[in-house]
């Protein structure tokens, strides 16, 4: 037995019988997956099989981590998924960046693989490190209390699920535990370069933090659990209020709504009066209702509906002027405001 222990995983969503397929790069945190996997999995009951995607960049360096995915996989009886995909194709058709692409191909195949039957969930190698990069990843770029969130340990499908049950385990640990059982890993050229966010996150920003904080990895993944359980905590109080503030149309005369039946264009309304004190409800509600009709506000449109929300007489109304009747919020969304109620309106041809 190696004098390093091995990794710690989640076992929360692990089950007897679980048809468990480990998404393998050759990188140390997915192989130290797998590896750790295969010790719990007589114990638990996992039937395991290995996923890998060649994205189609990285040249020769890509065709060796295949090839040695592929005899790790053969070296412990296990199956194996692959896809080969065209990355920078798919990016360019797609307007995405190189990682946005690869990411989405990914997961595609994952979800085609659960959707087929054949696995039950797919594991990825997320680490406490790749939390932490993705809060502080979300925070410069200003994300809400869901982006903040991070990485989840489940992410529900259609049918199925993604598990990550390494994220509470640091990086240092992984590639101590693999050099103690001598298992070798393949280095991707590309995580070095400092050309991808991530990269400066993690071998610039991230380390000048830590001279303030050592702590600071654990520090941002504390932030995503404390954000989780606050965005679950507000998502169940959004269904259970929404229903009674969000109205379909516009009011008609003689009572009633109407609503455009043209499959472009929708639109809501939500009562002044009925609206939460609290303004942090008022826009997750706001927010909220903008997404129904296919549009995500950023903060600074958020503010500008609050204000559209404000009272238009009394003391308030004093200190302040009065709130904007009508404003274009970007997408196609239009927000007007009337004596009684904040309209939102979204044509996909504007």
């Keep these: 037995m190696p004098a390093v222990p091995a990794p710690i995983l989640d076992r929360r969503n692990l089950r007897p019988g679980l048809r468990l397929a480990v998404a393998v790069s050759g990188g140390a945190d997915s192989v130290a997956l797998l590896r750790a996997l295969l010790l719990v999995a007589p114990e638990i009951g996992l039937v395991l099989s290995v996923v890998h995607v060649h994205h189609g960049i990285r040249g020769e360096e890509a065709d060796t981590d295949a090839a040695f995915v592929a005899s790790l996989a053969a070296t412990h009886g296990l199956a194996l998924h692959s896809r080969d995909v065209d990355t920078p194709t798919a990016a360019t058709e797609n307007r995405e960046t190189i990682e946005e692409a690869a990411r989405n191909l990914r997961y595609g195949f994952f979800r085609e693989l659960l959707a087929a039957g054949t696995v039950d969930a797919v594991a990825t190698a997320h680490t406490l490190d790749d939390q932490a990069e993705t809060v502080l990843h979300k925070l410069l770029r200003g994300g809400w209390t869901e982006g903040l969130s991070g990485i989840h340990p489940q992410l529900a499908e259609a049918r199925g699920a993604?598990?990550?049950?390494?994220?509470?385990?640091?990086?240092?640990?992984?590639?101590?535990?693999?050099?103690?059982?001598?298992?070798?890993?393949?280095?991707?050229?590309?995580?070095?370069?400092?050309?991808?966010?991530?990269?400066?996150?993690?071998?610039?920003?991230?380390?000048?933090?830590?001279?303030?904080?050592?702590?600071?990895?654990?520090?941002?993944?504390?932030?995503?659990?404390?954000a989780r359980d606050e965005e679950a905590y507000w998502q169940a109080e959004l269904a259970r209020i929404l229903p009674q503030l969000l109205l379909p149309g516009k009011p008609v005369r003689g009572g009633g709504r109407s609503a455009s039946t043209h499959p472009d264009e929708a639109s809501l309304a939500i009562e002044i009066e009925r609206l939460p004190a609290a303004p942090a409800l008022r826009r997750r509600i706001l927010r909220t209702a903008a997404r129904q009709l296919g549009v995500s506000l950023n903060y600074e449109q958020t503010e500008r509906l609050l204000a559209m929300c404000a009272p238009s007489t009394g003391l308030n109304a004093a200190a302040a002027k009065p709130p904007a009747k009508r404003q274009e919020l970007g997408s196609g969304l239009i927000a007007e405001r009337s004596p009684r109620e904040l309209r939102l309106s979204r044509s996909a041809r504007e």
């Design 162 to 226: 993604i598990l990550r049950p390494f994220l509470n385990v640091r990086r240092s640990e992984i590639e101590a535990w693999l050099r103690a059982l001598d298992q070798p890993w393949r280095e991707d050229s590309t995580n070095a370069d400092t050309v991808y966010t991530r990269n400066r996150l993690r071998h610039e920003l991230l380390p000048a933090l830590a001279a303030y904080n050592p702590q600071i990895h654990t520090q941002l993944a504390a932030v995503a659990t404390i």
